[in-house]
Nanobody, 125 residues
Framework: VQVVQSGGGSVQAGGLVKLSCAVSGYRYSTYSITWLRQAPGKEREGVAVIGGDDSTFYINDVKGRFSVSRDNANNIVYLDMNNVQPEDTAMYFC????????????????????WGQGTQVTVSS
């Protein structure tokens, strides 16, 4: 399985950013993708996840602003980030798991089998 990220960049506060996580080498569509971020000097945190059954979970800080969706035809999972704020500035990663179906929280990291390479999102005020 390979996971390749794209998107990100620099944006002004209030703008929108779209991140992509393309999955290859896995024949089923029932995989989960968790989006995590790490800001300088801070611990990595999970922000959103889509389960293998397309259930989703968001942390409170991004709920209502971020949306995760899946394109099964192209095996891509998206993270749409709306109304971004300077505190959203971080390196964003996606993490693949074949073991997670229904999600009610950010999964523990030991379930992540493959990681994307990361993409920087910088939000200026």
């Amino acid at each position: 399985v390979q996971v390749v990220q794209s998107g990100g960049g620099s944006v002004q506060a209030g703008g929108l950013v779209k991140l992509s996580c393309a999955v290859s080498g896995y024949r089923y569509s029932t995989y989960s993708i968790t989006w995590l971020r790490q800001a300088p000097g801070k611990e990595r945190e999970g922000v959103a996840v889509i389960g293998g059954d397309d259930s989703t979970f968001y942390i409170n800080d991004v709920k209502g602003r971020f949306s995760v969706s899946r394109d099964n035809a192209n095996n891509i999972v998206y993270l749409d980030m709306n109304n971004v704020q300077p505190e959203d500035t971080a390196m964003y990663f996606c993490a693949f798991s074949s073991q997670i179906l229904n999600v009610k929280n950010i999964p523990p990291s030991y379930l992540f089998e493959v990681w994307g390479q990361g993409t920087q999102v910088t939000v200026s005020s």
